[in-house]
T-cell receptor, first 112, second 113 residues
């Protein structure tokens, strides 16, 4: 089983729609979770951290389910500029371990 | 605010030639530093990370090496490039200690011919 698994997509979604991505992770000891977005041929950029209680940033909502070991990202009222690859990221789990594990990403295209 | 620089932005090198990629961070001290490679259509592969000057951890055995001669400088090197070394090389930093988000530089796109 991969450490971090994501549906690669592509997701083709009309502008204004709501889209949700899920990501599963294998290490139950993982403590930190993030969503990054990566535009074509660019570096990944931090979108948001994922907290146990769930968190919202504008049109974006992230949730964590520790029991089932999955993380979700919800994008409401999608914009053309949301088109990108979304990377699910999990830390390795051991406190003091400096590594993050990146999923291979879910590709999203917003259609006008 | 913190910024991270990488150069060069693109590089085309013949097989067997040496490589040196540089990464510097501004606006912070004692960052954790990371080198990743992303092959075309693939995920990020962690190559090296460093928690301090002269401290390098290698994740994948290969013909690459890393050095951290100064607190905010991280260098990726190779003595002889292979075709399989082609890819998008990304440097990242985090405030450390774990666990923290990482922030990426603009990357170097390397093509080995």
């Amino acid at each position: 089983r991969k450490e971090v698994e994501q549906d690669p997509g592509p997701f083709n979604v009309p502008e204004g729609a709501t889209v949700a991505f899920n990501c599963t992770y294998s290490n139950s000891a993982s403590q930190s979770f993030f969503w990054y977005r990566q535009d074509c041929r660019k570096e990944p950029k931090l979108l948001m951290s994922v907290y146990s209680s769930g968190n919202e940033d504008g049109r974006f909502t992230a949730q964590l389910n520790r029991a089932s070991q999955y993380i979700s990202l919800l994008i409401r009222d999608s914009k053309l500029s949301d088109s990108a690859t979304y990377l699910c990221v999990v830390n390795a789990g051991n406190f003091g371990n400096e590594k993050l594990t990146f999923g291979t990403g879910t590709r999203l295209t917003i259609i006008p | 605010s913190q910024t991270i620089h990488q150069w060069p932005a693109t590089l085309v090198q013949p097989v067997g030639s040496p490589l040196s990629l540089e990464c510097t961070v501004e606006g912070t001290s004692n960052p954790n530093l990371y080198w990743y490679r992303q092959a075309a259509g693939r995920g990020l592969q962690l190559l090296f990370y460093s928690v301090g000057i002269g401290q390098i951890s290698s994740e994948v055995p290969q013909n690459l090496s890393a050095s951290r001669p100064q607190d905010r400088q991280f260098i990726l090197s190779s003595k002889k490039l292979l075709l399989s070394d082609s890819g998008f090389y990304l440097c990242a930093w985090s405030p450390g200690p774990s666990p923290h988000e990482q922030y990426f530089g603009p990357g170097t796109r390397l093509t080995v011919t």
